[in-house]
């Protein structure tokens, strides 16, 4: 669920999407999996300019499943949540 939730909204700010506005809580995101999500991103946007969408789309989902993996699904309680860095 993670690594989907993850790779869906990321894609969705990569392409620009009116829904990408959201904040964590709309995304249905906990903070942790959002602190994953705005390091993707921020990864995927670099990967695009670099070699394209397509490698910038399966760097998504590459980091997404890993990240998550390696998080046990990032499912930390959103209490005192704070913009990622």
Do not use: F
Not at 17 to 32: T, V
Not at 53 to 64: E, N, Q, V, Y
């Amino acid at each position: 669920m993670c690594a989907d939730l993850i790779s869906y909204w990321a894609e969705q700010d990569l392409a620009g999407s009116r829904w990408a506005g959201l904040d964590w809580e709309q995304k249905g995101l906990s903070n942790q999996q959002y602190e994953i999500y705005d390091q993707i991103v921020q990864a995927a946007r670099t990967e695009r300019r670099r070699h394209g969408t397509p490698a910038a789309k399966a760097l998504i989902k590459r980091l997404s499943e890993r990240r998550c993996a390696a998080a046990n699904g990032a499912t930390h309680s959103s209490e005192n949540w704070r913009p990622p860095t």
